[in-house]
């Protein structure tokens, strides 16, 4: 990604949905579960690749940043959740009366909780399918052809000097094997 010297290989996982799982997808996330039902529908039917990639450091914590957005807006929502139902019922305990001020607010930081899920989803999925589009490599995972030992993957979102080394290892013959039937 910045034509830096590798310092570690994270696994990448890319695949490509074909063109109808992706309008199912839309279609789904127009009636409110294209989060829940058609992500995962689309990584099932798509075609997968996963394997390792050369990054810097530095483009590791970008690649991580999807997750980490996930993970701490879930829990924030859990935080307001949890919230929404202690006050009132922490503040309604010591009462004989049902106090609206209590209820109004716990309503309020419940569904404060809710957008806060729904982003933390989104950005958990991402994160953990690497966040390849958003600050990472990208890829087209092509249909494994008949006699083809593996799938095709093609990168995008590269430097141009991982693009010349990957180039400069397909255009150096094979070593021979030294070994003798």
């Known amino acids: 990604m910045s034509g830096l010297p590798a310092e570690t290989r ?32 689309a990584y099932l039917v798509a075609n997968r690749a996963s394997g390792t990639l050369p990054l810097t450091r530095r483009s ?8 980490w957005l996930g993970v701490g807006a879930l829990v924030f929502a859990t935080v307001l959740g949890v919230l929404g139902l202690a006050i009132p019922i922490a503040i309604n305990w010591q009462h004989d009366h049902i106090d609206s001020t209590s209820v109004g607010l716990g309503v309020v930081l419940f569904f404060m909780a809710t957008p806060f899920f729904v982003f933390g989803v989104v950005f958990l999925e991402i994160g953990l399918l690497r966040g390849g589009w958003l600050f990472g490599p990208r890829a087209k995972v092509m249909k494994q052809k008949p006699g083809q030992p593996d799938r095709v993957v093609e990168l995008f979102h590269v430097h141009p000097a991982f693009v010349a080394a990957v180039r400069q290892m397909q255009a150096a013959p094979l ?7």
Do not use: M
Request: positive net charge.
């Open 10 to 41: 994270p696994r990448f996982r890319f695949f490509t949905a074909p063109v109808w799982a992706v309008v199912l997808y839309f279609l789904l996330l127009c009636l409110g579960i294209g989060f829940f039902v058609g992500i995962p529908l």
């Open 60 to 67: 590791k914590r970008l690649e991580d940043i999807p997750l």
């Open 175 to 181: 070593p021979q094997s030294t070994a003798t039937n």
